[in-house]
């Protein structure tokens, strides 16, 4: 015969309450089934793809912002011969860049790359007012393709670091972007050198991307 002292008994009762304490702990603590379900999908869910076009004249600063946004060396930029591709994680999204080459022999060769797009960014050199006009043809031209009709337009005014830089302001007027009515557009003064003014673009982006699907 086993004899327990009233100190064992209570001790041995205060192990059996603790051990069901923390079995009830665990087993609510567990991730349930559907929510462990619910968290593999979500995991396993793909971020959005985007397509992005980057046009614009040569010599604007496009592969420099292309890189600025991959957050890759801007030291050495050449000309874009042919076209450069980059992807970007941002909001939920996967964006994928195509910057083409701003050449005049080569312009002739962007509407190739007008199918399926889902933004337009064009990219202005502020600083170079003798070419304003010229860039401004390119846009309008861009804006009456049935391929890009109603896609949404970021246009960068770049090289604001310059002194000689126009405002995104005079820009607008002078490009008279208040008479664009068939999509969203915006203008975003930046500097690829520096990087200002590139992330607020690139948020309209995914806010007028988020606009599009609803």
């Known amino acids: 015969v086993t004899n327990y002292s009233q100190q064992d008994l209570f001790l041995s009762h205060y ?12 087993k609510n603590a567990l991730p349930r089934p559907g929510l ?79 199918e399926n797009t889902d933004v337009l960014i064009y990219v202005i050199d502020s600083a170079d007012r003798k070419r304003f006009e010229e860039t401004g043809q390119e846009l309008a031209e861009l804006l009456d393709e049935e391929k890009l009709s109603g896609v949404p337009v970021l246009i960068f005014a770049n090289k604001q670091d310059l002194l000689t830089a126009a405002p995104a302001s005079e820009i607008a007027e002078g490009l008279n972007l208040h008479t664009i009515r068939d999509r969203m557009w915006q203008i975003q003064s930046c500097s690829a050198l520096t990087g200002e003014g590139i992330q607020e673009g690139m948020n309209w982006v995914c806010k007028s991307v988020n606009s599009k699907k609803k």
């Open 15 to 26: 192990i059996r309450t603790v051990r069901r304490a923390l079995t009830h702990h665990l």
């Open 36 to 114: 462990l379900s619910i968290l593999r999908k979500l995991k396993s869910t793909p971020d959005q793809e985007v397509r992005i076009l980057l046009l614009g004249l040569d010599n604007g600063g496009k592969t420099t912002l292309l890189k600025q946004l991959a957050s890759e060396d801007i030291s050495h930029i050449t000309p874009t011969q042919g076209f450069n591709i980059k992807s970007v994680q941002s909001q939920g999204f996967k964006l994928n860049v195509w910057d083409i080459g701003g050449q005049r022999k080569i312009r002739p060769y962007w509407r190739n790359y007008f």
